[in-house]
């Protein structure tokens, strides 16, 4: 495993597993199959629906004998919980779930505040104001990112997280948080795959000591299951995929994986699938060329699939733009 290094001084294993859709049933016993292909960095969140089962894998595997401290457990604050007096119990419950007394980093999930739904009402919240509504739909609220970034702060100097970050920002709300932030954030996790470089957002990234993950690293494969992209859009059915994946006796997705890693960022992609888990993280005895890269790089097509823009009317009745 290779790392990145925070501009805290933290060290972030370079691939991690993602647990968004991971299906309940299997997630702990996912979660120990992963540690014990050599995963050490898990990637959750309130939002995901699995944080309790997943504490029972982290359980697991610490009573095998892992150590707390060779583990990185990010998890991200969601939408509803932006409000100053929130920020603190959804940690907590967050924590409580997972059975873990602090986390290495906690994202602030999307630029985005949702009105609070209580905690014993629905959780996780998800999306929807009221699921019961005659016409179900997303309540906005109107808090200042700085307001949540700075209960998010206060985490730190309580020792609760180690890391703070971000998801779904650009470089406009980076700049707006830094102007105001104590304490810097030190991730940004965003889209990333052949069809969505970010060479921009990367480079500001990069200039402000930012360390950056990559979501969705395989593109459209998380996509089809939600209908939210086409047998068509497959990244990893790319015939320059395949060609290079054939000169390297890799598979089209390590490729796009090690292409990931190789541009500096850090991944997270998902699977519940043993052999595949097992193939996600074999990335570090093999390195593709500069002119291989560049191949990669032309594939560029700005596509986004998780997009609130594209979503939200469709699943949520709710028209919500963040990146345009
Ligand atoms: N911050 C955010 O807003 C945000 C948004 C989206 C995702 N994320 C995080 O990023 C993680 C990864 O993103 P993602 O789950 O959207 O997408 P992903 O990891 O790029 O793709 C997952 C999909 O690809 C399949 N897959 C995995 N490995 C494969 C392989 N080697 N060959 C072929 N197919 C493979 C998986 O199926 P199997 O399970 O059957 O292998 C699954 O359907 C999430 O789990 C979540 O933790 C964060």
Redesign the pocket.
Known sequence: MEYQTLNTGHKLPMVGL????IEKNITAQTIVSAVESGYRHL?SACDYGNEEEAGKGLHEVLNQGILRKDLWITS?LWNTYHRAEHVRPALLRTLRDLQLDYLDLY?M??PIALKYVDFDLRYPPEWLYDPKADQPRMELDSVPLLETWQAMEALVEEGLVRDIGI??FGTALLRDILASAKIRPSVL?I?LHPYLCQKNLLRFCMEEDIAVTG?????A??YF?LNMAEAGDSV?EQPSIHDIAKAHNR?P?QVVLRWGIQRGVSI??????PK?LR??IALFDFKLSDTEMKTINALDCHRRF?DPADFGPAAFNTFLPIYD
């Open positions: 993602g647990l968004w859709k990637d991200k994202h999930h999307f998801c779904n996790q889209e979501f969705s690293p395989l593109g494969q998380s299951q990893i598979t997705a997270v992609p998902k699977s519940s699938n595949r193939e996600n998780n």
